[in-house]
């Protein structure tokens, strides 16, 4: 056999029958207890656990298909074939409709070899189960700890989250860029019992009106030119799993009826099809618009409104929660420890004040990309508060990190003696294009030229770099930026 031997408890009240199976099955490497009824084998189930029930229908006091009743309720993980001999037949598929594997016949002709294949394909889908159950257990704890926070508001937020994950209520998750929106989403599957199926993400406002209806909705062959062939929607590739509209507020009114009934009725037709197609899935959507705004200016229809938000999850800005900064700063800096060549500690004191004071309008991804620009630009073990500083881009909006602390201040050093070659000015209406080429010039001379540190502060390959470079861009002189590019 290839499977690894189970314990298998074997439950049979005919003695003769009982010593032959278990001889069978032991011959094979399985460890096999053999009980004469359905009493006995509830007693060892309390105290052992089995891989397999192998069990006659008809027993004396508890029969066959009470005790596979109870083992389905009280031991999910145990799988259960059953024995069937005259006129059971019928019972046994009524049984396999209640959760058993499989049953055997005891009167046919090659009873031991069909025994023996039905136990190992039984013991195998066991397994499976057992691994993916293991799998599972780790994606969990995986996403809690990415969902990082000890304020009052995320223990409430991980709360909620704990309640609603089981059920399958839509969910509307609330807050400004950036303060973890899809974190959150990603939680919320990852601890439902959707977790092992698809997990499909889209973005309402990235996508054009008639490509984001094809995208949800799928499509027929020749639903319209170019559509050569047909291609399921996202609402299908999430069918049994979860899928997340985010920026839902974005989404436009006609497309708004074609979602609202997904969620009456769970159904959804292909472009070009009169077909309903049934979906199973469960609506996470995201936003940071005013849709109470929206609704009044009739762009967000109400009833979809209140389908969608069942249960609203508000995650506050980061300024509202300052408890969480350390603990976020603390877990972006072991994240993204990598970036360095050399090890690092933690922070200065005065790092931390800054960290902590700071007003974070990009909330959580600006406090991370603050810590990764860091990372790469620091050397010394800690990092200190002109690090976290780091390179703000004045566009006339406000660097995050940008009064100097009291204490930095009556220290005589923080903010204001963290050198201007971490700052370069651009004047609002810069065409893009030169504005990343003067950033990729400030960034190079504040490198030293290091282009592969360079590419790592600005999150591009070095090829980028080396291109930009050659096409005239941003300088062909190696030795820094344009003139524009310093203060
Ligand atoms: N509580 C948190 N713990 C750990 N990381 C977080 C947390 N909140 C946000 N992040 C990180 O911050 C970044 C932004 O988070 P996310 O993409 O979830 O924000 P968002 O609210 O969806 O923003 P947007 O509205 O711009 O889409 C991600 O890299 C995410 O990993
Ligand atoms: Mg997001």
Redesign the pocket.
Known sequence: MSESPAHILLVEDDAEMRRAVERILEREGHEVTAVGDGAAALGLLAGHSYELVLTDMMLPRVDGFELLRRIRTQWPYTEVVLFTGHGTVERAVDAIKQGAYDFVEKGREDFRAFLLKTVSKAIEKQALSADLRRLLALVRAQAEE????NSRA?RQIRELVHQISVTDVPILIR?????????VADLIHSLSPRAAKPFVKISCAAIPENLLESELFGYERGAFTGALTAKPGRFETAHGGSIFL?EIGEMAPSLQAKLLRVLEDGRCQRLGSTRDVHVDVRIIS?T?ADIEQAIKEKRFRSDLYYRLNVVEIH?PQLRERRE?ILL?AR?FLSRHAGIRATPVEGFEPEAIEGLESAAWPGN??EL?NTIQRALALSHGPRLTLADVRGLALVTGAEPAIEATPPEARSSGGGWAASSDEHVIHIAVGTPLEAAEDQLIAATLKLCGNDKERAARMLGISSRTIYRRMTSGRPSDSEEGGPDAASS
Do not use: F
Request: glycine fraction near 16%; charge should be negative.
């Open positions: 990415r969902l990082v926070g995320m807050g400004e860029s950036g303060t973890g929106k899809e974190v985010d995201a940071n995650i969480d976020l877990h959580v991804r991370e």
